[in-house]
């Protein structure tokens, strides 16, 4: 009697059916669930799977970036990340022990549980419409040998508000180590009153108290799962030294 596979048999035994930039792996324990969180997302032009070594991965022509997932079995996880990192693909660690050689750019210290909104911060301004957009150029510019990276998010009511609040959340970071910083702005489009360009001073005024040698971009999105009295601010900082 023949049997056929189910849809998730299918992606298990395939991994990738169809050709995308971006890819996230998860390799070791307890993986699945961020995987999974990963892919309710719902960013169409990113694969999510699990790894169990190397040769699960095959690098594509379509590859752009890969974002490699662990908390253990680094090993593993380093040798996956170097089968990307020499194809020439952007290849972005979330590893507690890397090796920096494999990577492009890591973070080390940030929560397990965080994962899923760190990939989310690192995804969504490329894979999502902009106001003013920000692309996979402008994020491989920042993170290119960058060899460390890392995501802060603030909410407010408004831009002022969120600003505010990511102030206090830059106090906690060592400024002088960070060389790029891209800042992402999202609110839902049926928002009112809509964003104006007068709002973005507050957001202009705190990149004028940066360092003038930090390489600074910024966009606004939209993104329509947040409610409509909501402001969400993401920042990515990179740096050698961060």
Request: proline share 4%; with cysteine; glycine share 4%.
């Amino acid at each position: 009697m023949m049997t056929t596979m189910t849809d998730s048999e299918f992606l298990e035994k395939y991994q990738q059916p169809f050709p995308v930039s971006f890819k996230v792996i998860g390799n070791g324990t307890g993986t699945t669930d961020i995987i999974k969180k990963v892919k309710s997302f719902g960013y169409d032009c990113v694969g999510c799977f699990i790894a169990e070594s190397p040769r699960d991965c095959i690098t594509m022509d379509d590859d752009k970036m890969v974002i490699i997932v662990a908390r253990d079995n680094e090993e593993v996880a380093n040798a996956i990340a170097k089968t990307y990192h020499d194809a020439g693909v952007l290849t972005i660690g979330l590893v507690y022990k890397p090796n920096i050689a494999c990577y492009d750019s890591v973070t080390t210290d940030s929560r397990y549980e965080d994962f899923p909104e760190i990939i989310k911060t690192l995804l969504q301004p490329i894979v999502t419409q902009g106001y003013i957009c920000f692309d996979f150029n402008d994020l491989c510019t920042m993170l290119h040998d960058s060899g460390y990276f890392k995501t802060l998010t603030a909410e407010g009511k408004n831009i002022e508000e969120a600003v505010n609040s990511m102030k206090k959340e830059l106090e906690k970071v060592p400024t002088q180590h960070i060389e790029c910083l891209s800042a992402h702005l999202y609110f839902n489009r049926k928002r009112q009153p809509t964003i104006t360009m007068t709002d973005m001073k507050h957001l202009s005024e705190m990149i004028s108290t940066l360092q003038k040698s930090i390489n600074v971009i910024w966009s606004v999105n939209f993104d329509d799962t947040l409610p409509y009295d909501l402001i969400r601010f993401s920042i990515i900082i990179s740096g050698n030294e961060l």
